[in-house]
């Protein structure tokens, strides 16, 4: 084949591109004259990679594999430590707004970790109350509950699967299991109140060490100003966060259990206990929260009763935590939804309970550290949710999908016409 001659199409059609390239990049090499393509001789050497990207990415695969099963072999501390970080972080502001009014610094720190143990302790109270309130309930209706799991257990037959597998699917469903868990809870209290111990201990240690927080901050500012302004986000996302869903959580709790009560749905309490815990676990909270309220309440009044829960919890799950929440919350997480969904799994699987209730500011702190603290690739940022520039962009891509759209459909009618 011959060598492409100047007026060949392709090639003036290759120039132009290039041309428009470089004056909308503004190369100074334009302006003097030079070469707007260098030759081979000129080009500057491309810096080799001293491992190849696939060595890179499954080494840092494995080693966050390893660092994910020290995590859960770990959870029993890790869990406690991570607590007492995020609450530690709530409460700070609280001691700085004392320190402003003139309370000594000891006194404030000491304030603010009496006001959230108080919080704790009380929420914990009222949690072994309704365990032991359900754990006297449920003999009651255990008759009904066997008469459910017989009737699930022929369902299960009829739909094909064996007698064994039916059996062993609803064994989970009786009420001596449930009443087993429940006892179990309550026997645990001595667990309990040593992990109120250890987050009592760690809130005490971090709210004193907090206090020189900012002037550690500052000594490291000059050497790692993007780590420094990634963990004074993260601080602020957090603390947002956290203190609007508890918020939320405190009111979405109050209306369901009002609600189961005047429904009278036994068990109303812990219901209404679990829908506040719950609301801390994004996309799956909901549908552990509203499960036993609606058992107990076809139990207690039959379909009239479950189909009432069920739209009440719909409503106020739709108004907290569809309308207020994001609205509230604005741009503190950023997450995107599938990232927030697979960070509650991941997060109860490496942590356990505790894991999915702090789903959110672990997966913050992670990319906190990983990618905003890394200016060379904070690029990742937009893929893990924080799309708020990427909106525009994502704009500008349908404006443009909808005016070739309408070419293309005025070219066809110019065909159709000219035929």
Not at 16 to 45: F, T
Request: glycine fraction near 10%; proline fraction near 6%; hydrophobic fraction near 55%.
């Amino acid at each position: 084949m011959g060598s492409a001659s100047p007026a060949d199409p392709a090639v003036m059609i290759g120039g132009r591109m290039l041309r428009d390239r470089w004056a909308r990049r503004g190369d100074p090499a334009e302006r003097r004259g030079q070469p707007l393509v260098p030759d081979a001789a000129s080009a500057a050497p491309v810096p080799r990679a001293l491992l190849p990207r696939a060595t890179v990415i499954l080494v840092g695969l494995a080693a966050a594999v390893v660092v994910v099963f020290g995590l859960a072999a770990a959870r029993s501390v890790v869990a406690p430590v991570v607590l007492a970080l995020v609450l530690t972080i709530c409460v700070h502001p609280i001691r700085r707004r004392l320190e402003r009014r003139g309370v000594p610094r000891g006194l404030a720190t000491g304030s603010a970790i009496v006001a959230v143990f108080a919080l704790l302790t009380g929420f914990f109270a009222a949690l072994f109350v309704a365990l032991a309130q359900f754990t006297a309930l449920l003999p009651q209706y255990a008759d009904q509950i066997e008469a459910g799991v017989a009737a699930v257990a022929d369902a299960l037959e009829s739909i094909g699967f064996g007698a064994a597998q039916a059996e062993t699917i609803v064994a989970g469903l009786e009420p001596s299991r449930a009443i087993e868990i429940a006892t179990g809870l309550l026997g645990g209290v001595t667990g309990v109140v040593f992990s109120l111990v250890i987050v009592l201990t760690l809130l005490i240690l971090m709210a004193v060490d907090a206090t020189y927080g900012p002037a550690i901050l500052r000594q490291l500012e000059p050497r790692r100003p993007d780590l420094v302004e990634a963990l004074a986000g993260f601080t602020r996302n957090v603390r947002r966060y956290m203190v609007v869903t508890t918020g939320l959580g405190v009111v979405q709790g109050l209306v369901n259990w009002l609600a189961l009560v005047i429904l009278q749905v036994p068990g109303a309490l812990l219901w209404g206990l679990l829908s506040f815990i719950c609301s801390f676990i994004p996309n799956i909270g909901y549908f552990i929260a509203i499960i036993p309220p609606i058992v107990f309440g076809f139990l207690a009044g039959g379909w009239p009763t479950a189909v009432a829960v069920i739209v009440v919890y719909g409503l106020v799950n739709a108004v907290v935590q569809s309308i207020i929440q994001p609205k509230v919350v604005g741009g503190a997480v950023r997450l995107s939804e599938t990232i927030t969904f697979v960070s509650v799994l991941f997060w109860a699987l490496v942590l356990g309970p505790v894991g999915a209730i702090l789903a959110v500011p672990l997966t913050l702190l992670a990319r906190a550290v990983l990618i905003d603290a890394d200016p060379g690739i904070r690029w990742w940022r937009p893929a893990t949710g924080d799309v708020h520039e990427t909106k525009e962009l994502a704009s500008e891509m349908s404006a443009e999908a909808r005016a070739e759209g309408r070419a293309a459909r005025a070219a066809r009618a110019g065909r159709r016409r000219s035929r």
